[in-house]
C-alpha cells in the first residue's frame, strides 16, 4: 500500500529558531499534499494544501511566513516553523494524495519549543 | 463538506463487536461515506468507505441506512489495538485533490 514518511517524529527546539519537517510518498507521486496540525485532545486542524511545482494555499489564520511549505517533486514536501515559540508546541501531520491513491498520511511530528 | 455527528466517546470490551454510528442527515447523492482512525500519536489511517451498499473489508464493515442519512461502522471483534479516534467524512467524489476535514470524531475505548 501507499507509504509516506515523515521526519523527524518529534523535536525539541529552543525559542526562536527554526524547524524543517519531511514529509515523503514513498511509493507513489504525490500530486497534492496536506499539512495539518493538532493540538492536545482537538482534531486534525488544516493548515495549507500545496501542489507540486506551485504554491501552497493556506487556511484562514496560518500565516504563511511562519509556516513556509515546498513541494518541489512529487515525493517531498517541507514545512518550515520558522522563529517557533512554545506557542507553536503542536503534533504536526503531513498527507498525500496521488492520483489514483487515497489519502495516506506520515506519522506525525510533535514539535516542543521551549 | 456536509455535516457528520458521531457520540463523543464509546466504550467496549475486548473481542466483543463495537458498532460507532455517525449522522449524516444532509447527505447529498453523490457524497461517499469515508471512516478514518487515528491511533495515539501516529496520524490518521484509512479506514473503509462506501456510497449506498454495506461495504467489508479486513479491518470493518460499514452498514449504510438505506436513506443514507447514518451510517453505522462496525468493528466485529475489538482488540486493544483498535483503541483509536475515529472519524467519519462526508467525500464526494469529485473533490479529489482537495483535503479531508476531521471533525471530532469518536474516542473508542477497549477494556481488556
Known amino acids: 500500500g501507499a507509504v509516506v514518511s515523515q521526519h523527524p517524529s518529534w523535536v525539541i527546539c529552543k525559542s526562536g529558531t527554526s524547524v524543517k519537517i519531511e514529509c515523503r510518498s514513498l511509493?507513489?507521486?504525490?500530486?497534492?499534499m496536506f499539512w495539518y496540525r493538532q493540538f492536545p485532545k482537538q482534531s486534525l486542524m488544516l493548515m495549507a494544501t500545496?501542489?507540486?511545482?506551485?504554491?501552497?494555499?493556506?487556511e484562514q489564520g496560518v500565516e504563511k511566513d511562519k509556516f513556509l511549505i515546498n513541494h518541489a517533486s512529487l515525493t517531498l514536501s517541507t514545512l518550515t516553523v520558522t522563529s517557533a515559540h512554545p506557542e507553536d508546541s503542536s503534533f504536526y501531520i503531513c498527507?498525500?494524495?496521488?492520483?489514483?491513491?487515497?489519502?495516506?498520511f506520515g506519522s506525525g511530528t510533535r514539535l516542543t519549543v521551549v | 463538506d456536509a455535516k457528520t455527528t458521531q457520540p463523543n466517546s464509546m466504550e467496549s470490551n475486548e473481542e466483543e463487536p463495537v458498532h460507532l454510528p455517525c449522522n449524516h442527515s444532509?447527505?447529498?447523492?453523490?457524497?461517499?461515506i469515508h471512516w478514518y482512525r487515528q491511533l495515539p500519536s501516529q496520524g490518521p489511517e484509512y479506514v473503509i468507505h462506501?456510497?449506498?451498499s454495506n461495504v467489508n473489508n479486513r479491518m470493518a464493515s460499514l452498514a449504510i441506512a438505506e436513506d443514507r442519512k447514518s451510517s453505522t461502522l462496525i468493528l466485529h471483534r475489538a482488540t486493544l489495538r483498535d483503541a483509536a479516534v475515529y472519524y467519519c467524512?462526508?467525500?464526494?467524489?469529485?473533490?479529489?485533490?482537495?483535503?479531508?476535514?476531521f471533525g471530532k470524531g469518536t474516542t473508542l475505548s477497549v477494556s481488556s
Open positions: 462506501g456510497l449506498t
Open positions: 498527507s498525500a494524495k496521488g492520483t489514483g491513491h487515497g489519502y495516506t
Open positions: 511509493d507513489f507521486q504525490a500530486t497534492t
Open positions: 444532509t447527505i447529498s447523492g453523490t457524497d461517499y
Open positions: 500545496s501542489n507540486e511545482g506551485s504554491k501552497a494555499t493556506y
Open positions: 467524512i462526508l467525500r464526494e467524489n469529485n473533490q479529489a485533490g482537495t483535503a479531508l476535514i
